[in-house]
């Protein structure tokens, strides 16, 4: 017989989740929302006022000491010297192949403290290649199961959350962390997220999450606030042209046939994948992840062949329809000669070829 | 949220006799499950139709779902108003939001069909509503 699977884990917040009718899904090992009323609603939400969502399962691995820097800069891409107290960035964990073991942001919290949050399915992995490679420097230490993580989410999110903290928001830039409280609560406060909108992930003990979840719940409706499942999260983020692990980015592509080679700082110095990055970077990528709109009638999604002139020259990673655009929107991996703005190409949609066109990237961007 | 007037099918699509012609949609239960549906591929007038064979695709955000025909038949009449308005096989599935009628090849077939009663049944045996 085979053994059956382990059950899932819960965030602190899965009775909330129960109470709300939310409809709760298995990913990366966890039972998560996936919506509560509409995914349509809850992405439109997002976009004009503000939504909520438990990204509790995500992973927060915490580097620390005299060591930290230099191991993270040996396995990560980007550059950590730039990064001052305060700032965040993102970058990935790279194989020598200058492939993705994972994506991740790197919040400097001290001189010396970084934490890294990375993806929920991947914790496991990253956990044992840092600790492969780390031989006992770094401070390493897995510190995933001490923070609830709630990300606010929208142009109103600032507006909703600053009755409930005593820190100043405006002080706290995109891309920049501060301690604080909210409803008392000790907090850290990341202007960061997963949707092209202004936010905070809001990283607490998970004790204080309920609290937080509830009290922000019952302040942020009159301003538009509503609970957010994973279902949005995905819309929201394809819309902003950030990458989703396993979809779009995994081991078997390069950071920059990724198409994001800001994130890779080879001046730097050595680190895991340097070589290949740089002997890429001379010789020019063959395939490249672009963003296409689909241009006929039809939904482009993970796996469908993408075409030019009738002949396979990639294959679709993310696909959905752009509640933002009105059409359907995607990434795909297409040989470098068919990556440029405005290649014709079509999507192979159950035997049906769909004219599609590659567009910039990001689909959306916020007013600013 | 389950007529008494029509039939049901294993698949979660509802029929509904118009002398010889059968009118199908999806029930309360598959919408619901669905979630928001933005795209419905219909099939071609004309087009032959066996009893439970596919005869479309049912688009919500996240997934892409199958259609079944409840019966065997000739496509007579699709709904091209889901075409601009996929929507309305959620506000209106047993109405608004119908999706094809078929020229039914043996009426008999509708006999096999569940009725409301055995298809909310059904539906919680399958531990739906």
Known sequence: MPAPDPPLLTTPLHAQHRSLGAKLVPFGGWEMPVQYRSILEEHRAVRTAAGLFDVSHMGVVEFAGPEAQALLQELTCNDLTRLQVGQIHYSALTTEAGTFVDDLTVARLEAQRYLVTVNAANLAKDLAWIDARARGRGGVRDRSPEFALLALQGPRAAEILQPLTATPLSAIRYYWVAPGTVLGHAALLSRTGYTGEDGFEIYLAPQHAEAVWEGLLSAGPPLGLVPCGLGARDTLRLEARMALYGNDIDEAHTVLEADLGWIVKLEKGEFVGRAALARQKAEGVRRKLVGFEVLGRGIARQHYPILAAGRPVGEVTSGAPSPTLGKPIGLGYVAAEHAAVDSQIEILIRETPVPARVVPTPFYKRPR | ?129
């Open chain 2, 1 to 129: 949220m389950y007529p008494a007037d029509l039939r049901y099918s294993k698949e979660h699509e509802w029929i509904k006799a118009e002398g010889g012609t059968g009118r199908v949609g999806i029930t309360h239960h598959a919408q619901q499950a669905l979630g928001d549906v933005v795209f419905v591929e219909l099939p071609a007038v004309g087009r032959q139709v066996t009893a439970m064979g596919t005869f479309g695709v049912v688009e919500s955000v996240k997934a892409v779902s199958d259609l079944y025909s409840p019966v065997s038949g000739e496509v007579v009449e699709v709904n091209t108003a889901l075409e601009a308005k996929p929507e309305l096989v959620n506000s209106d599935c047993y109405g608004a939001g119908w999706v094809m009628a078929v020229r039914l090849a043996d009426p008999a077939q509708l006999e096999a069909l569940m009725d409301a009663a055995a298809y909310q049944a059904f539906l919680a045996s399958e531990g739906g509503q």
